[in-house]
């Protein structure tokens, strides 16, 4: 099967950009440019693209696919949906009939500082929409949720308790719960929702989860995706749709520490299928930024102040990073904070010493405080970093209030390229949404919702910002042979947008249209029929 690409203007991240033409021959690219139409063999299909831009396909280094996926069937609590605490109770009791009994009631998507009423939502609030049974709604960072009263008792959670470790309970003027749960203790509700909601899935339901992520960010033109928190329920699913030939896109899955030995005695460790691969394992060492619990020197300005929550010391990080430093896994921490970033950079260091740069190209994800001295610390150990420019444009205003006189500094992506950081773009969607086009806007920008410009010597070039989606991503997941450029030999990955990045005036590259989105030769979106159906 054969098809030639012809009229389109292709971006194809290698040398030789800007061609018109693209040959794609089961599955792989088999040529690029003038050699297109000379290798088609005489029975191939021709798609005249009148004009339209040909991307290698998107690559999201950072997300939560089972998340995403979990989350389609939530209530939409998310701008503009619901503006204010009256139609975020609206969605939740619209929410109540089609909750399976035995689950709770969910919605996500919120932000405090965007409501109207500037606030968390209270358990008074959520009982007036769910008042019988337990209802939870989580914030767009999935640092924190509300819980009604009847969720409060089945977390068992009451009034006058310290807070759990690694964590907190928010509480009125009178000192009694007001829902709202920050960290660890978040961490391990939303754990145990998911878990719970998931095994009462039968194949189909599971199936079902894991095609609504896939049809959410294909449609975004996203083709490879790094699940940043993938554990035992979630890789069994993807495989089972991966042996179904219908995993799209393309998954990396990193592995929740914890979940190690289960992963080496599984058969699901390494690379599957070339859609499939758990080779590399998470570990969160703080907090997040727009939940101020990222772990900082100093002190946050702004509730719920403190330093962050800081999850390991350095010697027990280090021990952890060298314990699957040598089982071979490629280790990607979470690291927001300055305090935590230095802890990080430490381990790897330790771990490090003495080989010869970052083989297994360790990864510390977000990275957002990373000032100038942990700057070059990272570069001299070759440290990968997967950060997140969409969050500028979405959550840039908390970031600015959070770190009033730093905020030029977060999410450092011109000062990386310039250290020689290897630098991948990702979304942490569900935090936000996947959209690349809008994470290539925002690095090229770094213009926050209200109009402020972060760090306007950190923008970077639309070249460059398109590069952290697909050279620099695939570098991230060992899969630059691949993937990420359009080559001859390389998977037939590919986006069809209706204008070009790369020349586009950076204000509209958010509203770049796609087109189709490609994977392995089969188009698996098209929102206008410009290829053959697959
Ligand atoms: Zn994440």
């Known amino acids: 099967m054969e098809l030639i690409l012809e009229d389109a203007v292709v971006v194809t991240m290698a040398a030789g950009s800007g061609t018109g033409s693209m040959l794609v021959r089961d599955g792989r690219i088999a040529a690029v440019g003038r050699q297109a139409r000379a290798s088609a063999s005489p029975g191939a299909m021709v798609a005249r693209l009148g004009g339209a831009t040909v991307i290698p396909g998107l690559i999201d280094a950072h ?32 929410a109540v009939g089609r909750t399976p009994e035995g689950s709770w009631v969910t919605g996500s998507g919120y932000v405090e500082y965007k409501l109207r009423e500037g606030r968390h939502p209270t358990r008074a609030d959520l009982d007036e929409a769910v008042p019988d049974r337990p209802a939870v709604l989580y914030h767009t960072s ?7 009263t009847a969720a409060l008792r089945e977390a068992g959670f009451e009034d006058g308790q310290p807070d759990p470790p690694g964590g907190a309970l928010g509480r009125d003027r009178a000192g009694r719960l007001d829902g709202v749960v920050y960290e660890g203790p978040m961490f391990a509700l939303f754990e145990r929702n998911l878990r719970h909601d998931i095994a009462q899935m039968d194949d189909a339901g599971r199936a079902r989860l894991v095609k609504n992520a896939g049809r959410y960010f294909t449609e975004l033109g996203v083709t490879s995706a790094c699940d940043a928190d ?3 329920d979630t890789l069994t699913a993807f495989a089972e749709v991966d042996d179904a030939g219908a995993l799209q896109p393309r998954i990396y899955g990193l592995v929740v520490h914890d979940q190690v030995d289960w992963l080496a005695a599984s058969g699901l460790r390494g690379r599957r299928s070339d859609r499939l691969a758990a080779e590399a394992v998470k570990i969160w060492a703080d907090g997040g930024m727009s939940s101020r619990t990222a772990a900082i020197h100093g002190t946050y300005p702004v509730p719920p102040y403190g330093s962050g929550i800081l999850f390991f010391e350095r010697d027990e ?9 040598s089982r071979g896994f490629q280790i990607c921490i979470h690291a927001q904070g300055d305090r935590a970033i230095e802890t990080v950079l430490a381990a790897y260091g330790a771990v490090l010493a003495g080989s010869p740069g970052n083989p297994r190209r360790h990864r510390i994800e977000h990275g957002g405080a990373m000032y100038p001295p942990l700057i070059t610390r990272a570069a001299a150990l070759g440290i990968v970093v997967v950060s997140q420019p969409g969050f500028f444009s979405t959550l840039g205003d908390g970031f600015a209030a959070a770190f009033p006189d730093r ?11 310039r250290a020689g950081i290897a630098a991948a773009g990702s979304s942490d969607a569900p935090v ?66 209706d204008k070009n990045p790369l020349d586009a005036d950076p204000e509209q590259i958010g509203d770049i249209r796609v087109l189709a989105t490609v994977v392995g030769g089969t188009p698996v979106y098209q929102s206008a029929d410009i290829l053959p159906a697959g």
């Not at 990080?317 to 430093?325: A, C, N, P, W, Y």
Request: aromatic content about 6%.
């Open 63 to 94: 997300c939560h696919v089972s998340d995403v996926g979990y989350l389609a069937a939530a209530a939409d609590c998310s701008q503009p949906s619901a503006p204010g605490i009256p139609a975020i109770q609206a969605r939740l009791r619209e």
């Open 142 to 148: 999935l640092h924190a949720c509300v819980l009604n």
């Open 230 to 232: 993938t554990r035992r």
């Open 317 to 325: 990080l280090t021990e952890m990073v060298r314990d699957l430093d």
């Open 407 to 417: 905020g030029d500094q977060l999410y450092p992506f011109g000062s990386w390229l």
């Open 432 to 497: 936000i949404t996947a959209d690349p086009l809008m994470g290539i806007r925002d690095a090229v920008l770094r213009r926050t919702g209200e109009g402020r410009v972060l760090g306007p010597a950190e923008r970077l070039a639309a070249g460059d910002a398109l590069a952290l989606y697909t050279r620099g991503a695939a570098f991230a997941m060992h899969r630059e042979g691949e993937i990420g450029s359009l080559e001859p030999g390389k998977l037939a990955d590919f986006v069809v947008l």
